[in-house]
């Protein structure tokens, strides 16, 4: 059987893939004007390499993959603009309230699906505050590491840090956005 092949139509590709690709920078970015302009570097990109395209992949899962690179290429300059010095904070700590929290299931008891969903809306913009309000290298890496779901060499690769130091500034991102969720949400 004969497989089919792949051509590129950047002519549609604003029509057919600006939304799903925005929808994927921005919640890897947090920022919905960075991630419009990555969404149009990643179609200027692929103009540039199309004839590099094999057709061994969906046109959708080959944009995403330059986007993909887009979004590892800020984080990387990001990461040089601030250098190698890590931040020394004050964490805080208590041992009762310590684990994985943020990976925790929020308690089910609400009857009421439109307050549910308020109440999560919210639960979701506070956590976005705390985030924000991290060192930035802390954001970043917390947030491709359990936002985004890269794994952990790639993003030791990228960032240039080892796989130690990276635990360490999920652990102490962790700590941080425990305190200010406390302060800030579960307090009130």
Request: proline share 2%; with cysteine; glycine share 4%.
């Amino acid at each position: 059987m004969l497989q089919k092949e792949i051509t590129l139509n950047p002519d549609k590709w604003i029509d057919s893939y600006a939304d799903y690709l925005f929808n994927y920078a921005v919640v890897r970015v947090n920022d919905s004007d960075l991630a419009k302009d990555l969404v149009q570097e990643t179609f200027f990109a692929g103009l540039k390499s199309a004839k590099n395209f094999l057709g061994k992949s969906t046109e959708r899962t080959w944009l995403v993959s330059i986007l993909k690179r887009k979004v590892i290429d800020h984080y990387r300059k990001i990461n040089s603009k601030k250098g190698q010095a890590e931040v020394r904070m004050n964490f805080y700590e208590d041992g009762e309230n310590e684990g994985n929290w943020l990976e925790e299931r929020v308690p089910q008891s609400w009857n009421n699906a439109s307050e549910q969903a308020i109440e999560n809306q919210e639960l979701k913009t506070q956590l976005d505050v705390c985030i924000d309000k991290l060192p930035e290298k802390y954001g970043m890496v917390f947030r491709m590491k359990t936002i985004q779901e890269f794994e952990t060499e790639e993003i030791c690769k990228e960032l240039d840090i080892t796989a130690s130091n990276l635990w360490v500034i999920v652990h102490r991102a962790r700590t941080q956005l425990r305190k200010c969720m406390e302060d800030n949400w579960f307090n009130n």
